[in-house]
T-cell receptor, first 110, second 113 residues
Framework: KNEVEQSPQNLTAQEGEFITINCSYS?????LHWLQQHPGGGIVSLFM???GKKKHGRLIATINIQEKHSSLHITASHPRDSAVYIC????????????FGKGTKLSVIP | KAGVTQTPRYLIKTRGQQVTLSCSPI?????VSWYQQTPGQGLQFLFE???????NKGNFPGRFSGRQFSNSRSEMNVSTLELGDSALYLC????????????FGPGTRLLVL
């Protein structure tokens, strides 16, 4: 059974801080997705990773396949980054059959 | 380009009834996936469709079914509703299976009384 563990569950940061959210996953997961969910439910897909590192604006995602671990970093955090961040593992190549972590609720205080 | 649309946005049903939810993907997208989100279980995968074929199904009872039409629009059906089916049902579309980015709809919030 595929599993995805996320930490921390809750995170409060001051505006401008560097933020890291961690995700560990089990054997059988071939790609890792990072999602952002805003209050009200809307979900935005941030990254899909199967190796290496990706960057988009202030967001950076990395994955270590040997350690089965991925991190999402936010540089120069801003209150608009406040959301729930969810990592999800894809069980097969080219599949959206995802196993989701429980999410990290991030609050960035001005 | 219009985003992913889901109808209805809100729905109230009673136990034992059935419900059909609809998802219209972004124009040109052929892959549609469905997910259920509840406070207790979080997000869970329901189905994945590509070109009218169900590629994968999550660990849900047979009361949950779905289909995709030739225009890529998708529907999911839940029969004999139970209280525990109350959830936010999300669909997401992408150009192809395994494409880098999925685009999520706003969801249908179902309440079963």
């Amino acid at each position: 059974k595929n599993e995805v563990e996320q930490s921390p569950q809750n995170l409060t940061a001051q505006e401008g801080e560097f933020i890291t959210i961690n995700c560990s996953y089990s054997v059988g997961i071939s790609a890792l997705h990072w999602l952002q969910q805003h209050p009200g439910g809307g979900i935005v897909s941030l990254f899909m990773l199967s190796s290496g590192k990706k960057k988009h604006g202030r967001l950076i995602a990395t994955i270590n396949i040997q350690e089965k671990h991925s991190s999402l970093h936010i540089t120069a955090s801003h209150p608009r980054d406040s959301a729930v961040y969810i990592c999800a593992g894809a069980s097969g190549a080219g599949s959206y059959q995802l196993t989701f972590g429980k999410g990290t609720k991030l609050s960035v205080i001005p | 380009k219009a985003g992913v649309t889901q109808t209805p946005r809100y729905l109230i049903k009673t136990r034992g009834q059935q419900v059909t939810l609809s998802c219209s993907p972004i124009s040109g997208h052929r892959s549609v996936s469905w997910y259920q989100q509840t406070p207790g279980q979080g997000l869970q995968f329901l189905f994945e469709y590509f070109s009218e074929t169900q590629r994968n199904k999550g660990n849900f009872p047979g009361r949950f079914s779905g289909r995709q039409f030739s225009n890529s629009r998708s529907e999911m059906n839940v029969s004999t509703l139970e209280l525990g089916d109350s959830a936010l049902y999300l669909c997401a579309s992408s150009l192809a299976t395994g494409a880098e980015t999925q685009y999520f709809g706003p969801g249908t919030r179902l309440l079963v009384l």
